[in-house]
């Protein structure tokens, strides 16, 4: 060993034995926040099982004891790499995007990449956890707030949302075939899940002219098409007979 060399990590950073170790990610059919997850995987064309976690059927296994090991937090998705387990979806997508860096979900420049993650969080962090499950679980368990008002308040912040999304896209000449360029990244693994939630709760979506045809150019890529829940292992199937 050359003098010094002792403790120092290996040249590639680890990476080699990281990329190796297998992947399976903790999801449930129709959570955005795995949706998400499962679009950057399959950009990355990464292998991958998935752990179905039912998030309704018998009060939910979000809430299993064997979960909470899991994720204390109760919800997916959680990817788990090797032995490590990784929480919170935007904080995957990054971990994806340094350990295979390959297929970059985020930008080349740091202005481009800021946009990026400025769009994704419009989504991520001030659209989708106002719609969570157990936040309109919470308004009928504790408020008894009848499916009617829970659909028009789960409306209502999409729509207000999705009005500020079409207008940041629309007034950047960035915005090109997907949000941010020709190249999907994170703010399309973000939109994509949530115009499909959009849909469950019945928002009129013709408003939002520019994220409509992001979706079509999305969902014509096979890593889009491959992550739709209607795809997942855990749908239910709703084949005739
Ligand atoms: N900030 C989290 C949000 C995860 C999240 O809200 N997941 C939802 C499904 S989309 C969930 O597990 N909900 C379970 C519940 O509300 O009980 C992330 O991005 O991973």
Redesign the pocket.
């Known amino acids: 060993m050359r003098p010094g060399a002792w403790g120092r990590p290996p040249a590639d950073g680890g990476q080699t034995l990281v990329t190796n170790e297998p992947l399976c990610l903790h999801s449930?059919w129709r959570?955005?926040?795995?949706y998400r997850v499962r679009i950057g995987l399959n950009l990355k064309g990464l292998q991958y099982d998935i752990a179905p976690v039912h998030?309704v059927r018998d009060g939910?296994d979000?809430h299993k004891p064997g979960y909470l090991d899991i994720n204390p937090q109760?919800?997916?998705?959680v990817l788990q790499h090797g032995q490590r387990l990784l929480r919170?979806?935007?904080a995957i997508l990054e971990y994806l995007d340094e350990v295979w860096p390959d297929k970059p979900l985020l930008p080349a420049t740091a202005r481009d990449r800021q946009r990026v993650r400025a769009l994704a969080e419009v989504i991520?962090c001030d659209i989708?956890?106002l719609n969570?499950?157990?936040v309109l679980q919470y308004f009928e368990r504790d408020w008894g707030v009848p499916q009617p008002e829970r659909d028009v308040w789960a409306r209502h912040w999409m729509q207000v949302g999705f009005e500020a999304f079409e207008a940041l896209l629309q007034d950047n000449p960035a915005t090109d075939t997907f949000c941010n360029g020709r190249v999907p990244t994170v703010a399309d693994c973000c939109l994509i899940p949530q115009v499909y939630n959009a849909r469950r709760f019945g928002v009129d979506l013709a408003p939002y002219p520019t994220l409509l045809r992001i979706e079509r150019a999305c969902l014509a890529l096979p890593a889009f098409e491959a992550a739709r829940p209607e795809r997942q292992p855990d749908a239910p199937d709703t084949s005739p007979g």
């Open positions: 449930y959570s955005s926040a795995a998030l939910g979000q109760r919800l997916v998705p919170q979806s935007m991520a989708h956890p969570n499950l157990r």
